[in-house]
């Protein structure tokens, strides 16, 4: 396993797995996004959430983004299912090997169907604070999904964290609801390295 010495060298791998995995780019705009529009580039982040490095430097950068923020003390992570549940993993396990103890929680898109009907999965429960994850922020409706949900069912939700802002408004509008956004990668330093890459 590589060691890595600091959080810039590890920001800096985890550039260069998402423009190896995650990231695709066109000259003309091709690719239809979850609101509709069509982009001439595209970030599928399943490839390097779930890629085991991936995971490695997704959870330690964002676990200490999360514990950056003072006001912060949450007792679980989590988001909307799919895209964020790699992300509040791979941040549940690297804090207990901080020897701390965040919770991993699912928004689901919809309730169970049977048994308990949940709408959130995991051992959290009403009133306790948490934080929201998210691979990627567009227009921000499936953040604002999984924090309108998380809030009915109880949860105090204390803040933001993703892994790519695409730039397009989805942060202004998350925090328009009164919920800090903090983010690991922006679309510019990702597009700036692919450019000196090729």
């Known amino acids: 396993m590589k060691r890595y010495r600091s959080v810039t060298t590890m920001k800096k ?6 423009i190896e995995r995650t990231f695709k780019f066109t000259d003309k705009p091709t690719f239809k996004l979850a609101s509709g529009k069509k982009s001439s580039y595209y970030f599928n982040c399943k490839p390097t959430t779930l890629n085991a490095e991936g995971m490695y430097l997704i959870g330690h950068l ?6 950056q923020q003072k006001k912060w003390k949450p007792k679980g992570i989590g988001g909307l299912t799919l895209g964020a549940d790699a992300l509040s993993n791979a941040i549940a396990y690297t804090s207990y090997l901080k020897s701390d103890s965040l919770e991993s929680f699912v928004v689901r898109k919809e309730p169970k169907k049977h048994g308990t009907m949940l709408w959130v999965e995991g051992n959290v ?3 306790e604070s948490v934080v929201i994850t998210e ?3 567009t227009t921000g409706g499936s953040t604002i999904k999984a924090i309108d949900r998380a809030r009915k ?3 105090k939700v204390l803040g933001v964290v993703v892994l790519i802002d695409r730039q397009e408004g989805g942060r ?3 925090e328009k609801l009164g919920v800090p956004v903090r983010t690991l990668l922006t679309r510019e330093e990702i597009l700036e390295a692919y450019k000196k890459n090729s």
């Open 153 to 155: 069912c109880g949860l």
């Open 125 to 127: 429960m009403k009133g």
């Open 135 to 137: 691979d990627v922020i």
């Open 62 to 67: 964002l676990y200490d983004i999360i514990r």
């Open 172 to 174: 202004e509008a998350i």
């Open 13 to 18: 791998r985890l550039i260069e797995l998402v």
